[in-house]
């Protein structure tokens, strides 16, 4: 049996809840690469995505989020467990994962396949963006809102 490694390039992560890692990752090539053996190595079933990978267990993939056009430069968990990404330049788009899709995801059993999901909702603002921030609320609730750094500006998402 053919395998193939593939080099990658890691664009960002984040960490989620419990022991959960949002993982942004482009596929580069399948050169032949020397790769340390402590390294755990992830499986790959798209070129590119936001793969939620369970940390407890031998990081294994659980599911990959697979809504933009290019590759995901900004992760952003949310207070409510859902999960925004920005896309690159050529996508420009911020995508939101309710937290609905991600809890499914989640407390899948350890040999389901990897469920490669695109159910996202497109913000209709701001675009391409750097990053993105939660802003809680002072008062204590359980509202919140979102900073997106796009170029020379701060929106404020509510």
């Given amino acids: 049996a053919l395998q193939f490694q593939y080099l990658c390039d890691i ?9 959960y890692l949002a993982v942004s990752v482009s596929r580069k090539s399948t050169e032949e690469i020397s790769v340390p053996s402590s390294a755990v190595r992830l499986q790959m079933p798209t070129s590119r995505g ?22 995901v430069t ?48 497109q913000m209709k603002k701001p675009g391409y963006v ?6 809680p609320d002072n008062n204590g609730s359980a509202l919140f809102a979102i900073a997106a750094a796009r170029y020379n500006t701060i929106n404020i998402l509510l």
């Fill in 50 to 71: 936001v793969y939620i990978v369970d940390t407890s267990e031998s990081a294994t993939v659980r599911a990959v989020l697979d809504g933009h056009r290019d590759r």
């Fill in 11 to 19: 664009d960002c992560m984040e960490p989620l809840y419990d022991e």
């Fill in 130 to 135: 750097f990053d993105l921030k939660v802003l």
């Fill in 74 to 121: 900004c992760i952003c968990p949310l207070p409510d467990g859902g999960l925004l990404t920005g896309g690159g330049k050529f996508d420009a788009t911020v995508q939101l994962w309710n937290s609905e899709a991600l809890t499914n995801v989640t407390k899948r059993d350890k040999d389901d396949e990897i469920k490669i999901s695109s159910e996202s909702k």
